[in-house]
Nanobody
Framework: QVQLVESGGGLVQAGGSLRLSCAASGRTFGSYNMGWFRQAPGKEREFVTAIGWGASSTYYADSVKGRFTISRDNAKNTVYLQMNSLKPEDTAVYYC????????????????WGQGTQVTVSS
């Protein structure tokens, strides 16, 4: 069992930056692949980025490539999402998720989810 708690969301102007954190409970955190997804009002949840359990491989949606960076610290049971050059279309609730499918971009292949943190980017 893994419990995930996101933090770091907020209101930022376009062009600004935010860093999201996702703290995980459980001693098996290092065994899980971690992903970030987001859901805007009226839209389906979409893949943002994922990182393998060993942090050697990362995957990004085209819409965030070059602006967002995922990282993890297995000693701290935490995964991070650094978001730079934010745009109004990045506004959404951001969720972290844990799963055993390496590098998956599909939400149904993640087993554990956090409660989400709101990111709002003003123009």
């Amino acid at each position: 069992q893994v419990q995930l708690v996101e933090s770091g969301g907020g209101l930022v102007q376009a062009g600004g930056s935010l860093r999201l954190s996702c703290a995980a409970s459980g001693r098996t955190f290092g065994s899980y692949n971690m992903g970030w997804f987001r859901q805007a009002p009226g839209k389906e949840r979409e893949f943002v980025t994922a990182i393998g359990w060993g942090a050697s491989s990362t995957y990004y949606a085209d819409s965030v490539k070059g602006r967002f960076t995922i990282s993890r610290d297995n000693a701290k049971n935490t995964v991070y999402l650094q978001m730079n050059s934010l745009k109004p279309e990045d506004t959404a609730v951001y969720y972290c998720a844990a799963g055993l499918r390496y590098g998956s971009r599909r939400s149904n292949e993640y087993d554990y989810w956090g409660q989400g943190t709101q990111v709002t980017v003003s123009s």
